[in-house]
């Protein structure tokens, strides 16, 4: 499997942010199989509903992308 990072900068720490970034990112670059994600309650992470299914995660499951959440307390891992 070919690794690729890609990085940009999102304005404000929201889901919404992050899936305009990631529609704009795969407007030039192919979608992804695997997506790594920050392990934060910004990304809908770690919520305590083990039922729920946050918005970001509903989003990429949807295209077929699997998010890979980072453990937590790693920010090394980002």
């Not at 304005?11 to 199989?33: D, F, N």
């Not at 949807?62 to 980002?78: E, F, K, Q, T």
Request: no cysteine; net charge negative.
């Amino acid at each position: 499997m070919e690794k690729r990072g890609i990085a940009t900068r999102i304005e404000g720490q929201a889901t919404e942010e992050t899936i305009t970034a990631l529609v704009e990112i795969w407007k030039i670059y192919p979608i992804l199989e695997i997506l790594k994600i920050d392990n934060d309650s910004v990304f809908e992470a770690n919520l305590p509903h083990e039922r729920y299914i946050g918005k970001l995660a509903f989003f990429l499951l949807n295209l077929g992308v699997y998010p890979l959440y980072i453990a937590p307390r790693s920010p090394w891992d980002n």
